[in-house]
């Protein structure tokens, strides 16, 4: 049997909820990542921000506003301002089955995993399709 242990990423990008709009589209284009857990100083999890939440945040290309205009605009936003607080979370023991069918069923694009209200992980979209490129491999295989 699988668990969330077993797919999870651990080696995690977070940001703190006072830090900047500005400073979460940086981390996410430079990591290349979608979804930034919000942690507080302990690493007890408060949130989370997607890369969905900033483009809602962003002003209307419209609006005829440059990237310069949307830095400074974003530098005085606090993460806090649009993270999401009512996440679902799993834990590492959770079967991955179960993960999965929770990804599946509420259209989320990640599972921030937490023990004892504290952040160690986080599953994602990407860690099925790579398991999946690895079980196809295998069957392949044979």
Do not use: W
């Amino acid at each position: 049997m699988l668990y969330v242990s077993d797919l999870m990423s651990t080696n995690l990008f977070t940001l703190k909820q006072t830090d900047s709009l500005k400073t979460a589209r940086s981390l996410m284009s430079l990591a290349r990542i979608r979804h930034i857990p919000i942690v507080d100083e302990s690493g007890f999890f408060l949130g989370l921000l997607t890369h969905r939440d900033l483009l809602s945040s962003t002003v209307s290309r419209f609006a005829d506003v440059g990237q310069d205009v949307q830095d400074e605009i974003d530098a005085g936003i606090p993460v806090s301002e649009i993270m999401r607080t009512d996440v679902l979370t799993v834990t590492p023991d959770t079967r991955l089955r179960s993960a999965a069918e929770i990804l599946f069923n509420h259209k989320y694009g990640c599972l921030p995993v937490v023990e004892k209200d504290r952040l160690v992980g986080i599953l994602t979209e990407a860690d099925f399709l790579k398991l999946t490129i690895t079980l196809m491999d295998a069957v392949e295989a044979l």
